[in-house]
């Protein structure tokens, strides 16, 4: 039986992970369970799964949780509560929102463990860094994005072929709510409208990324460093069905996809099980039922963060932790009504231009240029909400 830590165990992944083990009886073992603030959810997660430890990264919550937990299963707290819980299985599911995951995948790889990593942001931000850590004996680092998971299985389809035959990554975007309009029909987007949308459910923030395409951006960088692959070799294109959840195509003209209906306990599953397979058919498909597939190429004057996500990937050392901080903050200030969506990206772009060129040489290296970042897009924001 694999062992399993759960990182972020409450959130929308942390969930889904839940639903993959109890599809799947006497396969998995739930060690630990860990989550920043939802105690409720975590007591009843941990009444159910019996797991070794819990982990609650508000140390202020630590008594209510205490007084809900079942016999025999210990309780870590503080804000290094989570990384400490990421040493404990066989396998750590980072299901962390934003650069809050970084010290679970440092802590995870560097214990030599496997990582199923959600939290796309670490490996962004910290992507040397995290490089290091990757060379651990042991660490292995498997993909829960839909998009890189397909990567994965793609490159896994060609075993034995030379990585040097690879031609492009193709990664597919739903297009989010706003798929065809122009830049300034998104003028009057509001918090309701930026939140549904047509195809995943997920958390707000990542709901807002897909919006505005950021989230695209990002997983463009995340390929780069899970593949090795180099920007110019890294294509977007949108398919609003999200059947196709990327391509790889190699260098005889072969192209090779994963295709399945959008189900993201299927590559949590596939991360769970590998190099084996889960036996629930997540995402299956009704080949009668599938009528099209479409794709087109993104409108990059109507969500630039794309390109700026380009941009940053090409530059390189801190660059890529500097636009993802901005761009929490500028999500943030979205969601809480300071800013237009539209805001979003020019806040991006500003940061951007003053990325102050340090290198990614060190993690503590890399948390302060996340803060000065965050410093910089409040002020950006502060300067637009006075005005």
């Not at 980072?94 to 670490?122: D, I, M």
Request: negative net charge.
């Amino acid at each position: 039986m694999r062992s399993l830590a759960i990182v972020g165990a409450t959130g929308s992944i942390g969930t889904q992970a839940l639903e993959v083990v109890r599809a799947e009886p006497g396969r998995y073992d739930v060690v630990a369970l860990g989550a920043s603030t939802s105690v409720e959810t975590l007591a009843k997660q941990a009444v159910e799964f019996r797991p070794r430890v819990v982990a609650l990264a508000d140390a202020s919550r630590a008594g209510d949780l205490a007084a809900l937990l079942p016999d025999g299963t210990d309780l870590v707290t503080g804000p290094d509560a989570l990384a400490t819980i990421s040493t404990a299985a066989d396998v750590v599911v980072n299901g962390v929102v934003g650069f809050a995951g970084l010290p679970v995948t440092l802590a995870a790889l560097e214990a030599g463990k496997r990582l199923a990593l959600a939290n796309k942001e670490s490996l962004i931000a910290a992507g040397p860094v995290v490089q290091r850590a990757r060379s651990t004996p042991g660490a292995e680092l498997i993909p829960v994005d839909s998009e890189h998971c397909a990567v994965h299985q793609c490159l896994r389809a060609n075993a034995g072929g030379d990585p040097t035959k690879v031609a492009r990554i193709v990664l597919t975007a739903s297009g989010g709510p706003f798929r065809g309009r122009s830049r300034a029909e998104l003028a009057g987007i509001t918090v309701d409208d930026a939140l549904a949308h047509p195809t995943w459910k997920m958390g707000p923030k990542i709901t807002v990324d897909s919006s505005t395409l950021m989230n695209k951006g990002l997983e463009v960088i995340e390929a780069h460093e899970l593949f090795g692959v180099d920007y110019d070799h890294i294509d977007v294109v949108v398919h609003p069905q999200s059947v196709v959840h990327s391509m790889v195509e190699f260098a005889d003209g072969a192209t090779i996809a994963q295709l399945s209906l959008p189900d993201m306990r299927l590559p949590i599953g596939y991360a769970l099980a590998y190099p084996d397979r889960a036996s629930t058919p997540f995402g299956r498909i009704d080949w009668a039922e599938l009528r099209r597939l479409d794709f087109e190429a993104p409108d990059l004057d109507a969500f630039p963060c794309l390109r700026l996500a380009y941009a940053a990937g090409r530059a390189g050392e801190t660059a890529p932790a500097w636009l993802n901080a901005a761009n929490e903050i500028a999500v943030d200030a979205f969601l809480d009504g300071l800013i237009p969506w539209t805001a979003i990206a020019d806040v991006l772009a500003e940061a951007l231009d003053r990325h102050d060129g340090s290198t990614a040489d060190s993690a503590e290296a890399v948390v302060a240029a996340d803060r000065a970042a965050r410093q910089l897009a409040h002020r950006l924001i502060d300067k637009r909400t006075a005005a």
